[in-house]
């Protein structure tokens, strides 16, 4: 024996145990690269699989939450008994919501056409209108109003969007048209048409400012959608009520349970199909593992014969399990969170948010996936001779 | 020799063949079980949206404007047209009969109501609350009880053939009622079954029979308005074309294609001098939110489809190389690559049309329940299906296995038979 083996035995001798430890966890992923590999693709494809089910699980609510604001107005305040609401309301009700919602204002009264014809006009902002009603179904929407512009030209009539039921009746050739209310006259002329299928169809809409000088009246209705859970919502319809003392604050029924309940369909069928997945998705791991681990009986044999004990024998194996659980959660949660990201794009068209508090469950659900992979066998293993398994019998 | 060797493979295997089997069985299941969920869940969805409410609103075609604020009418109520009530059981006679889940039509008349000495004016508004009706030899029960699932009535629901009301919550509050009291309206005694709680204009409304509004109308048939729920498909850029623009085949097909428009279309034309259209709030909206539900479904119906996949190729690949051992011994005895990898293929092809067939049935069972626990309804996947999942069982499984049954022919058998592979 040489001078240098014999120093390079007792280095060796001198080492921690761990070293040795380490490098069997080692040697045994790269001696057997294929199996160590696939039983690290499973593993990545099914923490990748449970990562983006739980993260859309998750998002599903807000982003769909979020199509269903598109009905329109959740919460409706009205002056109580049908009085008009006091002229800072609007924007008491914009500092309640903080960004929590669209608010606009609605002001209606009967005005008469030329021939003495009844006919309803709205003053509204034409702006928050548009974001709130969406489904409206408008020709051109008037510029954005200008009070000096329309004062000053008097001649061609305030801007005004017509309903396609009453445009028949005020201004069947789109010319411009005057209204009476209380022996005061409007000018107006269309600027288009919009058309619902409902109540709005026989109105004219002006613009709010026009509509206050020449009536008089202010706004007695408030539209509010509300962006959030029904929780969130009820909050805001809270701070509404204290904020707004003049006004009764409605909740719009026919939308918010309709709401909540395709929401909650939605959620129960994604949970169902999640557990599904997972399931079938853990599953692969356990067989993939079971297998890989069961055709390692030979190095579990020789080690046992060696004379390593139960417990070192078990802490190999479950701590090689518990690198692989980990290692494939942490690569299968990055994969994941890209594909809830990209069915976001491709399906709601916005972002999901990466959730982090995922990221623990995956972990450990990973984990506990690898280990029992690794005791079952194990457990089975340890009641036979290892010389039986070597004899490979 | 070829046909003992598979059948011997399963007789004494057994433990291989159940675990590889059931990995199958577990794979088809949940595949099936996705499929036949997402190619229902428009229709559930569909139908969830209908509690929204109405989509669509039948007028009559000479119909003067509105002139209503917050739910009051501001217009003599003999004012204008009316549609026949007769004319509406034909909505069930329309091609899309089977889409129209409901439909109430409502007749706003004005009534005066004693309280306390003095006479108060109030809207009634007359509809069908659960009606009977008959078309052809058809029964169908409809009104606003199937169509507003937000009506909330404390009490009873009136009989669409009494002279009960609802009173709308606000208004019952004005006048101190409550439900089984009687009010003078209009002239009459009348029995308050409930009090209505809607959220809406109808809070502060008086809500009768459909008779009892024509009665006090003094047009007996007429009919102001038909709110109808349709079940439609959601709008696209074929659904907005003007069907006079249309020819032949062409508008044959956007005649009958659930779309807004064409449901619409026909309601025009079941029923004499009216016009219907779409309700835009609810159905524009109810596409959109549809449309991205279904895409939704879909994406993970394919999630689902790729994992079952995975886990079937994987039991597969372990399966085969546990028995390398036996594939030594074939070649060792002078099997050809072509005869061992034809065994293993016809196992595959076995497993996969067994536990194709037995996840097939767990799996319509398993969407049975999901139908059954939160849509309370069917979910019933056609038989049709049964030959096309088979063949996805058998080439997943054939895919799965063909990696490891490669690696196990061109295994040299001396080293496999040492077991040193």
């Known amino acids: 024996m040489s001078h240098q083996s014999r120093d390079l035995a007792a280095t060796r001798a001198h080492a921690k145990h761990t070293s040795m430890f380490l490098r069997m966890l080692v040697r045994a992923a790269v001696l057997r690269r294929g199996r160590a590999a696939s039983a690290l693709f499973a593993m990545v494809v099914a923490a990748a699989v449970a990562t983006a089910m739980l993260n859309l699980y998750v998002d599903v609510q807000a982003k769909l939450q979020r199509e269903f604001r598109n009905y329109g107005a959740n919460i409706i305040l009205v002056g109580k008994d049908g009085a008009s609401l006091p002229s800072g309301t609007l924007s008491q009700v914009d500092s309640a919501l903080a960004g929590r919602g669209i608010a606009a204002p609605f002001g209606l009264v009967v005005a008469r056409t030329v021939d003495g014809q009844p006919i309803v006009v709205a003053g509204v902002d034409f702006d928050r209108v548009k974001q709130l009603d969406r489904w409206w179904s408008v020709s051109a929407w008037p510029a954005t109003e200008n009070p000096h512009f329309s004062q000053s030209q008097g001649e061609v009539g305030h801007p005004a969007l017509v309903g396609v039921r009453a445009l028949p009746l005020v201004s069947p050739k789109n010319q411009s048209f005057d209204l009476t209310f209380q022996g005061r006259t409007l000018h107006i002329s269309p600027a288009g048409t919009v058309q619902t299928g409902a109540a709005e169809d ?31 919502v009820a909050a805001v319809m809270n701070q509404l009520a204290q904020a707004v003392p003049a006004a009764d604050v409605r909740p719009v029924r026919q939308i918010m349970e309709g709401e909540a309940r395709v929401l909650g369909k939605t959620r129960a069928t994604l949970l169902a199909a999640a557990s599904l997945i997972i399931l079938t998705a853990a599953l692969c791991v356990l067989s993939t593992l079971m297998g890989w681990v069961f055709d390692r009986r030979r190095d579990f044999a020789i080690m046992k014969a060696l004379g390593a004990s139960e417990r070192l024998l078990n802490g190999f194996f479950a701590a090689e399990a518990a690198a692989l659980g980990a290692t494939g959660a942490l690569i299968g949660f990055l994969f994941g969170i890209g594909i809830a990201v990209w069915i976001g794009r491709a399906n709601f068209h916005a972002p999901v948010v990466p959730r982090l508090g995922v990221l623990p469950i995956i972990l450990a659900g990973s984990m506990a996936v690898t280990l029992i992979s690794a005791i079952l066998p194990i457990s089975l293993l340890r009641r036979v001779q290892p010389a039986l398994i070597l004899r490979g019998e | 020799m070829f046909v003992r060797l598979v059948y011997e493979s399963f007789r004494r295997q057994k433990r291989r063949k159940v675990l590889a089997g059931a990995a199958i069985t577990l794979g088809v299941t949940v595949a099936t079980a996705m499929i036949a969920v997402a190619t229902d869940i428009g229709d559930k969805i569909n139908r969830e949206l209908r509690t929204i409410g109405a989509n669509l609103v039948v007028t009559p075609q000479e119909d003067s404007l509105d002139v209503e604020i917050g739910g009051v009418n501001l217009k003599p109520p003999t004012d204008g047209a009316f549609l026949n009530e007769a004319d509406l059981p034909k909505i069930k006679g329309t091609f899309w009969h089977n889409n129209i889940v409901g439909f109430a039509p409502i007749l706003p008349v004005s009534a005066a109501i004693r309280h306390e ?20 030899n058809e029964d169908f029960v409809t009104g606003a009880k199937s169509l507003y699932p937000w009506w909330k009535v404390s009490g009873a629901w009136p009989d669409d053939n009494s002279q009960d009301v609802l009173i709308g919550e606000r208004l019952a509050v004005k006048l101190n009622q409550k439900p089984g009291d009687t009010i003078t309206l209009s002239g009459r005694q009348i029995h308050v079954s409930g009090i209505l709680s809607t959220g809406g204009p109808e809070d502060d409304e008086v809500v009768a029979p459909l008779s009892m509004a024509q009665q006090i109308l003094g047009k007996p048939d007429a009919v102001k308005r038909v709110y109808v729920s349709a079940l439609t498909k959601p709008e696209d850029a074929f659904a907005r074309r003007d069907p006079k623009s249309l020819s032949g085949a062409i ?6 294609t659930p779309y807004p428009q064409a449901i619409a279309l026909q309601l025009t034309e079941a029923i004499s001098h009216s016009h219907a259209e779409q309700i835009r709030q609810v159905a524009q909206n109810e596409g959109a939110v549809l449309t991205r539900i279904e895409g939704l479904i879909f994406l993970i119906t394919l999630a689902a489809l790729f994992a079952s996949g995975l886990a079937v190729s994987a039991a597969m690949a372990t399966a085969i190389f546990e028995r390398r051992a036996e594939v030594g011994l074939m070649k060792a005895l002078g099997a050809g690559k072509l005869a061992v990898a034809s065994v293993f293929f016809a196992e595959a092809a076995l497993m996969a049309l067994i536990g194709g067939a037995v996840g097939f049935g767990i799996g319509s069972a398993l969407a049975r329940q999901i139908g059954h626990s939160i849509f309370n309804s069917q979910i019933s996947i056609s038989p049709v299906l049964l030959p096309v999942i088979l063949a996805i069982a058998v080439i997943v499984t054939f895919a799965g296995s063909a990696m490891a049954i490669r690696r196990a022919v061109s295994l040299d058998p001396v080293f496999a038979l040492r077991g040193e592979l």
């Open chain 2, 117 to 136: 000495g003095k006479a108060q004016d109030v809207t009634l508004t007359g509809t069908y609350f659960a009606k009977k009706i008959s078309y052809g």
């Open chain 2, 251 to 256: 508008y044959d097909r956007w005649y009958c």
């Open chain 1, 202 to 232: 026989s109105r004219i809409y002006v613009s709010l400012a026009d509509f206050v000088s020449w009536t008089g009246v202010q706004p007695s209705t408030i539209e509010v959608a509300a962006s959030g859970s029904p929780a969130e």
